[in-house]
Structures are given as structure tokens and as C-alpha cells.
């Protein structure tokens, strides 16, 4: 059954283009609202918790009997029985942030059973439920293939169509670059490209969503399939896939293109290092050799879950010839080697990028200017960490402790990035190139009371809330005291609110003493306390 009692509204579909991974489920909405009871899907019991700042904020894994898992994420609160479960071991953790493995016999459901609440926690937008549904080895299924029906009647939305010269030899029209096609809509609804003229290997790219009926939403599609000359050539399919894979998708797409254009182009072929198991047809791995004087229609089908199609039609003729406009090959002293391990010194600024993960040979632009270095740039996508070490020999001990590694972003905004300190050598992991640097953190976090002040009576408040924030590096750490008692506080990182819920029943007197203290990434310390009156 459907895991929500309203109308099926996506706003989010399984294998969807997000960074850095494909979308593992579906993502339910809740008209705009929090609070909607979520049912088990199937029986089975409670196999898994976790509550957290960020990611799937409170989730909550439901095993069933077929060896299949539900996931329910993005949660406000859990059922009655479960909240009592994991509220128990946070105060007795003294942590918010909690993963929880029950006991088999614990906590067992069946289908139908209210389990929890939607909401907004975690590393979501907006309200809604986010399902998923996995195999017996935890690899994420097309949630739609299980019965649960949308309202479609529309056809995937074409945004572009691009053609590749894929080596030293190859081109389309007369040049190299990447070459956006112009499409015609014909009357029956089919798209038409222009007649191009190609030689050599070359690939096809698109950029593509789909709208259900119900919603404006730019969804991802079901299915691509090319042809050639009528022949199936390519499909891909988003049915199921392993999270071991999904970092992949920055292989499937134009990386470059995206983050220069904020636009998601599929490669129609396979490029060397991309494993992804949601090809499921692949002839010539999608290549397209074309020869000279020989006439090609190269075809691509996009279809959603519900059938509806969209058929782009591209003619080719292959042609040869000498006058080409040839693509510039970027080349420098920094060559690193997607099988090897890379490592640059620069005597401030040392560099360590591990095999494997870059996914393909290539030229690093590579600068370090005093403590500053510019790391090639973040059109390059990383599969696995680099490390990038700074000396910082020159700084005091007690300057150090206020020092950090920050990423310069646009307009030169600087982001905190996760920063090791051993002796005289600060180090970050990041699968991120740009241009990184030393930085320094003497302000202590901001604490803001929203519904308590010094001497006041809140008998009638259901929450005790407090508003916290860094400007700098960010909130790393927090606690809460009444009495001298530790009580769960709740943050939401997206808004900076800390709320504790007085439901909890912590020993509350006629007067009482509350203490919060917060720490930011580099240490820097902030403490709030006051005093409240409340009805005990």
C-alpha cells in the first residue's frame, strides 16, 4: 500500500539527476504541510532509526519478511511507541543525533500501521515523505514497479539534444566542441533535429524531465533508448541500482556542462570507467561510428513510467574532411592518472589525489600563491577524496587553535571544510577542486533566546526555543541543562532552531536555571543561561 492516506503527488522520481547520485526513491508530497500520519507499507518491524541534523533527518527502516526494506525519511516525529524508543536512548546517549538497530521482537508492525509523521527534517526542502524501497542487498527499487500509481498523462520534456566528437579524429559539423542540435516539432508530436554532417565516433547527449499531472515539478524519466538505422542501440532504465554505483552519475553526465549551466545533459554512450548498472542495452557501448558518404537516423525514445513517449529523430551524413574547427587540448606539467596515485608539493601546500578517482587522465592546473592554492577547478568531478595539507609551522600554538581550511567559493565566499590538526600540519579531505586556504575563527557562536527571558513565567509555552548560529565555520556542538540536567534538544540546522519539547518531563520546578552552551568547528565557545518560571 501507499505509505500516505492523500493522492499520489511526486515531487520527486526514482533514478531522478541529483549531486552526486541519483534519486533513491520517490519524494511524496504533503500539501505543503507537516504532521501527515505515514502508514507501513507491508508488515514487518523496525529494523533500523536514525535521527540526524542532516541527510534523511529522522528516518525510520521498516524489514519485511521478503527480505525487502521500506524507507520512510524526512520525518516530523515517530509514533507513539517508537518516539518513547528512541527518546529513551537519546536522553540516556545525551545526543539527538542517534542510529538505532532494534531488536527483532521490539518493535513489529503491520501493514497499515501509523509508524510516524511527515515533515521537513533533515536536508529537505520542504515538506514531504521520502520512500524508498530496498532489495534484500539494500540496492534502492523503482518504488512504481510495487503498484503505487501517479496521475501522468504528459510526455518527457526535451530541453536539448547534443552531439559529441569523441576522439582526435572525429567531428560534427565541422568541429569538435560539444554541438547543441536545433530541434523541429513535427505534427505528430515526434522532435526533429537538424541534418548534420559527421565523421568518425560520435555520441549523442540529452537533457530531459517529465511533469506529472498533478504537480509543476521537473521530474526525472523512466527510460532512454537510442537506435541506429532502426537497430536498438542503448537503453537506459531506472529500475534499481546500488549505492555503491550512484557517485557514477557525474560519469553519465556532461560535468562540465553542468556546472557551468546548472543543466543535467545525459551522455548517451558509456565513456571508459562507468560501471552504471542502469544501462541495460548498450551496442558499441553507444558510440556511433560514422564513415564517410553513408547516410545514418540515429533515434532516441524517452518514455515515463506511465508510457508516455517522446521521439527524437536526428539524420546524419557522414562526411569527411580536412577543414575542421578543432577542439584546444588544455595541457600542463600536472599530469595525475586516474589509475595511479597523484601526489604535488609545493612546500606550504601539499597535494594527495588517490587512484581511482578521477575518471580519466588528466591535466591539473595546479597554482599555490602564499597560503593560498588553486586547485585545478570544480568542473573536474573527484570519485574519491583528495587530501590537501597546509604547513602551518609559522603559526603560533595559540593561533592555531583558531585556524582552519576553507574552500573560496563564488564572489569569494568561504566555506568550512572538515579541518585535521596534528602539530604543524592542518589537513581537509574533500572530493571538491577549487581554491582552498588558511582562515581564521576568533567569533564565538550567536545565541538567541525566541521564547524565554530572565525571570519570566512560560507556563503556557509547549517548547522552549532558542535560535543559534556561525557566521564563520558553523555549529559543530550544543547542550542543554535545566537543573543540571541534560534535556534533548532538537536543531534544525536550515532555520538555527533548538527547540525542546517540555512533554519530555525533565524535573521541572516553580523556578529553574537553564544553560545551553554551543561550539563552533574551531572550538570558539558560546554559553546562554537564564532563569524561567514555570507551573511544575
Do not use: C
Not at 534484500?136 to 510495487?146: A, I, T
Not at 574532411?321 to 608539493?345: G, R
Request: charged content about 25%; aromatic content about 12%; overall charge positive.
Amino acid at each position: 500500500m501507499k505509505p500516505l492516506d492523500i493522492p499520489v503527488v511526486v515531487s520527486g522520481t526514482f533514478g531522478e539527476l541529483r549531486s552526486n547520485h541519483f534519486h533513491s526513491g520517490l519524494d511524496l508530497k504533503t500539501n505543503g504541510e507537516e504532521g501527515l500520519p505515514v502508514y507501513a507499507a507491508a508488515s514487518g518491524r523496525v529494523s533500523r532509526i536514525k535521527v540526524a541534523h542532516g541527510g534523511y533527518g529522522k528516518a525510520i527502516y521498516l524489514l519485511h519478511p521478503n527480505g525487502y526494506t521500506t524507507v520512510y525519511a524526512h520525518l516530523q516525529k515517530f509514533a507513539p511507541e517508537i518516539e518513547a524508543y528512541v527518546k529513551k536512548r537519546q536522553y540516556a546517549k545525551e545526543s539527538y543525533e542517534i542510529e538505532l538497530f532494534p531488536k527483532s521482537e521490539s518493535l513489529k508492525v503491520n501493514k497499515g500501521d501509523i509508524i510516524a509523521f511527515s515533515g521537513n527534517t533533515g536536508g529537505s526542502s520542504g515538506p514531504h515523505l521520502h520512500f524508498e524501497i530496498r532489495d534484500s542487498k539494500s540496492r534502492p527499487m523503482n518504488p512504481l514497479s510495487f503498484g503505487i500509481e501517479v496521475e501522468d498523462t504528459r510526455k518527457p520534456i526535451v530541453n536539448s539534444v547534443w552531439a559529441y566528437s569523441l576522439n582526435e579524429n572525429s567531428h560534427v559539423n565541422q568541429q569538435q566542441e560539444p554541438y547543441r542540435l536545433t530541434l523541429t516539432q513535427k505534427g505528430d508530436g515526434t522532435f526533429k533535429a537538424e541534418n548534420i554532417t559527421a565523421y568518425g565516433t560520435i555520441g549523442f547527449g540529452i537533457s530531459t524531465v517529465d511533469k506529472q499531472d498533478l504537480a509543476q515539478n521537473h521530474n526525472g524519466v523512466y527510460k532512454v533508448s537510442a537506435q541506429v538505422n532502426g537497430q536498438e542501440h542503448l537503453e537506459l532504465e531506472m529500475n534499481r541500482f546500488s549505492f555503491a554505483e550512484t557517485r557514477y552519475i557525474n560519469r553519465l553526465i556532461d560535468y562540465k556542462y553542468y556546472k557551468q549551466n546548472r543543466s543535467r545533459i545525459s551522455k548517451l554512450f558509456v565513456a571508459p570507467n562507468n560501471p552504471l548498472t542502469v544501462f541495460k542495452k548498450k551496442v558499441n557501448n553507444g558510440y556511433v561510428d560514422v564513415k564517410d558518404s553513408l547516410s545514418y537516423l540515429y533515434s532516441v525514445s524517452i518514455q515515463d513510467f506511465n508510457n508516455n513517449t517522446t521521439i527524437i529523430e536526428v539524420p546524419i551524413l557522414g562526411k569527411n574532411t580536412d577543414t575542421i574547427t578543432k577542439w584546444e587540448p588544455f595541457e600542463t606539467s600536472d599530469l595525475a592518472k586516474a589509475n595511479e596515485n597523484y601526489v604535488y608539493t609545493s612546500g606550504i601546500v601539499d597535494l594527495l589525489i588517490p587512484k581511482g578517482s578521477l575518471y580519466q587522465d588528466t591535466y591539473l592546473d595546479l597554482n599555490v600563491n602564499g597560503e593560498t592554492a588553486e586547485l585545478h577547478n570544480d568542473h573536474t568531478p573527484l570519485h574519491k577524496n583528495m587530501t590537501i595539507v597546509f604547513d602551518v609551522s609559522r603559526y603560533k600554538d595559540e593561533d592555531k587553535k583558531n585556524l582552519y581550511i576553507g574552500r573560496i567559493g563564488h564572489k569569494d565566499k568561504v566555506y568550512y571544510t572538515k579541518t585535521t590538526k596534528k602539530e604543524n600540519r592542518f589537513s581537509t579531505r574533500t572530493r571538491t577542486f577549487g581554491k582552498y586556504s588558511l582562515f581564521t575563527d576568533t567569533q564565538k557562536p550567536t545565541i538567541v533566546p525566541i521564547n524565554v527571558s530572565n525571570k519570566k513565567w512560560i507556563s503556557q509555552a509547549s517548547h522552549l526555543k532558542i535560535k543559534i548560529n556561525d557566521a564563520q565555520t558553523g555549529i559543530k556542538s550544543y547542550r542543554g541543562t535545566i537543573n543540571g540536567k541534560f534535556i534533548l534538544m532538537e536543531y534544525d540546522y536550515k532555520t538555527g532552531m533548538l527547540v525542546y519539547d517540555f512533554s519530555d518531563n525533565v524535573t521541572i520546578a516553580a523556578e529553574n536555571n537553564f544553560k545551553l552552551v554551543v561550539f563552533d568547528n574551531v572550538g570558539n565557545r558560546a554559553t546562554f543561561e537564564t532563569t524561567f518560571y514555570r507551573k511544575p
